[in-house]
């Protein structure tokens, strides 16, 4: 038998690599806050990490608002979108940082801090190509946010955030975005000593006063809601007037705007009651934009409003508008007020939110 002898410099080599640190292991599985059935609590559990290709985007999340369109998708007030499987993982009001890319990004590089445009439409009918995707079909939108992670379709979907902290930026994506899409909708209405009534100063609501101010500044912004914290928020953050929603507040509306009401009134609630204050104070050729998905409806005649007063809705925001509002964020036009709090605790944010007692907005940090 023959016997082989290693040498002493192949045994110090051998000793030298099993001392060397190995790499740690990709973690396979990632934390997400998932609905398994509708009118159920949300279930936290470890799912597959989301792989990319192709110009699809991984990002760690830094922070997921919560919004009031969680609240009822997790209730069934809002019917699941048709192409939106269970179990389901929640979360459309995103920012965090990019952690994985495709061999065909090119825009985003690992590292960059990014806010997630989530109103993805078909990207091919008329109104895709009009820039105003998030009209398409809720279906197409982009959901993911609560978790450790998640997987962005392509990289067009993201903007660089550059100074603005993730967290604090999150809530602009939705929150922000929506408010802002609806205030532009009433802009040619508030003509200087013209009136904007915000309806629910929650979320979107705080920040809409913001924005009023800073764009139609000449027009006196109400605030109306039933939470004391909430309208004490409205005067803090510049709002003319505050009017109690639980006190008969079309009345009192109409005294401020000496009987003839408001030019515009967006309402963020969206119930049978405060679309009736909305429809009861809208100014002769004003309008009323309707955000909240409430559940609530509004009964319409010639003659059940104003004269030539309008009705619309209003869904989310364009990606331009989102790079804009973005602008006015840096520039410390707005500032939204951010609870952080651990994905851990989501059903019982979901479930304050839901009992109107938070004020400003709750994100998730994973």
């Given at each position: 038998m023959v016997t082989f002898k290693a040498s002493s410099a192949q045994v110090l080599l051998d000793v030298l690599f099993d001392s060397m640190p190995t790499q740690p292991k990709e973690k396979r599985n990632v934390r997400a806050a998932r609905l398994h059935q509708v009118g159920s609590p949300l279930r936290i559990e470890e799912v597959p990490r989301p792989r990319v290709q192709g110009s699809e985007v991984l990002i760690r999340v830094a922070g997921a608002g919560v919004c009031q369109f969680d609240v009822h998708i997790r209730s069934g007030r809002v019917p699941l979108p048709k192409d939106f499987a269970l179990p389901l993982t929640m979360g459309h009001e995103n920012a965090g940082i990019v952690e994985e890319t495709g061999p065909l990004v090119r825009e985003v590089a690992k590292g960059d801090a990014v806010g997630v445009w989530g109103g993805r439409g078909c990207g091919t009918c008329r109104v895709c190509r009009q820039a105003d995707e998030q009209v398409c079909g809720m279906e197409h939108?982009?959901?993911?946010?609560?978790?450790?992670?998640?997987?962005?379709?392509?990289e067009r979907f993201l903007v660089k955030?550059?100074?603005?902290?993730?967290?604090?930026?999150?809530?602009?994506?939705?929150?922000?975005?929506?408010?802002?899409?609806?205030?532009?909708?009433?802009?040619?209405?508030?003509?200087p000593g013209a009136f904007a009534v915000v309806i629910g100063i929650g979320g979107l609501g705080h920040i809409a006063v913001q924005l009023l101010n800073s764009l139609a500044p000449w027009a006196g912004?109400?605030?109306?809601?039933?939470?004391?914290?909430?309208?004490?928020?409205?005067?803090?953050?510049?709002?003319?007037?505050?009017?109690?929603?639980?006190e008969n507040p079309a009345q009192e509306i109409m005294r401020i705007t000496g009987e003839e009401g408001a030019q515009a009134v967006i309402?963020?609630?969206?119930?049978?009651?405060?679309?009736?204050?909305?429809?009861?104070?809208?100014?002769?050729?004003?309008?009323?934009?309707?955000?909240?998905?409430?559940?609530?409806?509004?009964?319409?005649?010639?003659?059940?409003?104003?004269?030539?007063?309008?009705?619309t809705t209003s869904y989310w925001g364009s990606y331009n508008e989102l790079v804009e509002l973005l602008d006015l964020a840096v520039q410390g036009t707005i500032r939204p007020i951010v609870h952080r709090v651990p994905l851990e605790e989501v059903n019982e944010v979901l479930d304050r939110l839901e009992q109107g007692k938070l004020t400003g907005r709750a994100v998730l940090v994973p």
């Open positions: 939108w982009i959901l993911g946010g609560y978790a450790e992670v998640m997987r962005v379709p392509h955030l550059d100074s603005l902290d993730p967290v604090e930026a999150a809530p602009l994506t939705d929150a922000g975005l929506t408010s802002y899409h609806a205030i532009k909708k009433t802009l040619s209405h508030l003509h912004t109400i605030a109306v809601d039933v939470s004391d914290d909430n309208l004490a928020l409205a005067s803090e953050l510049g709002a003319a007037f505050v009017v109690d929603g639980r309402d963020l609630v969206g119930t049978d009651s405060t679309l009736a204050t909305a429809a009861s104070v809208v100014a002769r050729k004003g309008i009323v934009v309707v955000v909240g998905v409430g559940g609530g409806s509004l009964p319409f005649s010639f003659f059940g409003m104003r004269p030539e007063s309008m009705v």
